[in-house]
């Protein structure tokens, strides 16, 4: 059984909750896909997108260094609520537990990309 107890965003949630969410979340993960398309201003850009919402690198970069991807993160809490029936603080730990099955750390590199299945 998973235990969730040190992540902030379980709130104590039951297991048969944690096991809805993680069901949730693999879902997402196994409909990502990368695509590339021209923006606007005909310069390519490269986003994810899962589950039919878009994750496009629309975000900012707060005095601390951190991107934070605020259109992603309303697009995506709106649509679990529709689909998935999620709370607000449910729908924080899919995007924290999404986010970081999405990437791989490069050791080599010492960086994170996303996971090769969508190269």
């Known amino acids: 059984m998973i235990n969730e107890s040190g992540n902030p965003y379980s709130k104590g949630y039951s ?3 944690i096991d809805y969410l993680v069901k949730v979340i693999n879902l997402l993960v196994v409909d990502s896909k990368l695509v590339e398309r021209k923006d606007d201003y005909a310069e390519p850009i490269t986003y994810v997108t899962t589950d039919g919402v878009d994750i496009l690198p629309v975000g ?3 005095s601390y260094g951190i991107s934070i991807y605020h259109y992603f993160l309303w697009e995506l809490k709106n649509h679990l609520e529709r689909v998935y029936g999620l709370t607000n603080e449910e729908a924080d730990y899919v995007w924290d537990k999404y986010k970081k099955k999405m990437v ?3 050791g080599r590199e010492n960086s994170y990309s996303l996971i090769p299945e969508l190269g």
């Open 60 to 62: 900012f970069t707060s």
């Open 104 to 106: 791989v750390f490069n």
């Open 15 to 17: 297991q048969k909750q």
